[in-house]
């Protein structure tokens, strides 16, 4: 099994920046895709950002220009850096990981964070 931690949610005003983190644990061959995805209140949840092996990253619409998403694979690990935040950017934001599993290899298979709680206030 593979265990996704996140960390970096909190109370920031507009205007403010946050950086998320999101380490990944367990039998992990190879992983093919990192990512965020965040959930307002009363909305679907959405892609905010993700990023494939080659480093190509796109992102959502809402965001782009005002995040940053970065990603280690030699320490499994995912980075949102989020600026000029708005409170519409209020959310519990989830990391991904579609990965190849290990011992035995099995995959791609997509994992989880337990989500973090981002709020900007006005």
């Known amino acids: 099994q593979v265990q996704l931690v996140e960390s970096g949610g909190g109370l920031v005003q507009a205007g403010g920046s946050l950086r998320l983190s999101c380490a990944a644990s367990?039998?992990?061959?190879?992983?093919?895709?990192m990512g965020w995805y965040r959930q307002a209140p009363g909305k679907q949840r959405e892609l905010v950002a993700t990023i494939i092996s080659s480093g190509r990253a796109v992102y959502a619409d809402s965001v782009k220009g005002r995040f940053t998403i970065t990603g280690d694979n030699a320490k499994n690990t995912v980075y949102l850096q989020m600026n000029s935040l708005k409170p519409e950017d209020t959310a519990v934001y989830y990391c991904?990981?579609?990965?190849?599993?290990?011992?035995?290899?099995?995959?791609?298979?997509?994992?989880w964070g337990q989500g973090t709680q981002v709020t900007v206030s006005s």
């Open positions: 991904n990981f579609n990965v190849v599993g290990e011992r035995p290899i099995i995959g791609p298979v997509d994992y």
């Open positions: 367990g039998s992990i061959f190879s992983i093919n895709a």
